[in-house]
T-cell receptor, first 109, second 116 residues
Framework: TQLLEQSPQFLSIQEGENLTVYCNSSSVFSSLQWYRQEPGEGPVLLVTVVTGGEVKKLKRLTFQFGDARKDSSLHITAAQPGDTGLYLCAGVGFNKFYFGSGTKLNVKP | NAGVTQTPKFQVLKTGQSMTLQCAQDMNHNSMYWYRQDPGMGLRLIYYSASEGTTDKGEVPNGYNVSRLNKREFSLRLESAAPSQTSVYFC???????????????FGAGTRLSVL
């Protein structure tokens, strides 16, 4: 069983649409990270959220950490084909990272 | 800037064969990790090493062994490959623990392994 559950598992949308990806857990983490992975490559860190209730923005991407530090969301505004990829959340523990199952996003032009 | 380097990039094995996946990082990170990635399963931790000379089991260690040869290198060995080990393997490194910890993982490009 995954410690972190992501939803949805797959998402196919048109360019210009908005979307939200969720990452939920029953465990509390000191921080939570979001990674993006393109085909044939390793994941690359997008953001780390540390404080409960924290909101971080990265251009059209908005990341939120739940008040109880158990869940997080990633919202993309006006998605573009370049946003296509696999989005992974990861809870940070002591020397270890716990990854969710991932959300595969396809943005059609 | 090499970062994390994995070799080989692709490998096909027959059931029962052995092989070692190599990983090296040049960022002076203390922690290194081996993951496997299967469709719909995200990344699952096989083994990790928090410092030179130490290794610990992750979520799915059965069928694998690791060696932290020095601070730079962390290898993953399959002694007797099985079809269930067909997967994409990723090595990662991070600076963890202590005041300088950033807890950012840097990944290699992966090794695509097929076991027939």
């Amino acid at each position: 069983t995954q410690l972190l559950e992501q939803s949805p598992q797959f998402l196919s949308i048109q360019e210009g649409e908005n979307l939200t990806v969720y990452c939920n857990s029953s465990s509390v983490f000191s921080s939570l990270q979001w990674y993006r992975q393109e085909p044939g490559e390793g994941p690359v860190l997008l953001v780390t959220v540390v404080t409960g209730g924290e909101v971080k923005k990265l251009k059209r991407l908005t990341f939120q950490f739940g008040d109880a530090r158990k869940d997080s969301s990633l919202h993309i505004t006006a998605a573009q084909p370049g946003d296509t990829g696999l989005y992974l959340c990861a809870g940070v523990g002591f020397n270890k990272f716990y990854f969710g199952s991932g959300t595969k996003l396809n943005v059609k032009p | 800037n090499a970062g994390v380097t994995q070799t080989p990039k692709f490998q096909v094995l027959k059931t029962g064969q052995s092989m070692t996946l190599q990983c090296a990082q040049d960022m002076n990170h203390n922690s290194m990790y081996w993951y496997r990635q299967d469709p719909g399963m995200g990344l699952r931790l096989i083994y990790y090493s928090a410092s030179e000379g130490t290794t610990d089991k992750g979520e799915v260690p059965n069928g694998y062994n690791v060696s932290r040869l020095n601070k730079r290198e962390f290898s993953l060995r399959l002694e007797s490959a099985a079809p269930s080990q067909t997967s994409v393997y990723f090595c990662a490194s991070s600076l963890t623990g202590g005041k300088r910890a950033k807890n950012i993982q840097y990944f290699g490009a992966g090794t695509r392994l097929s076991v027939l």
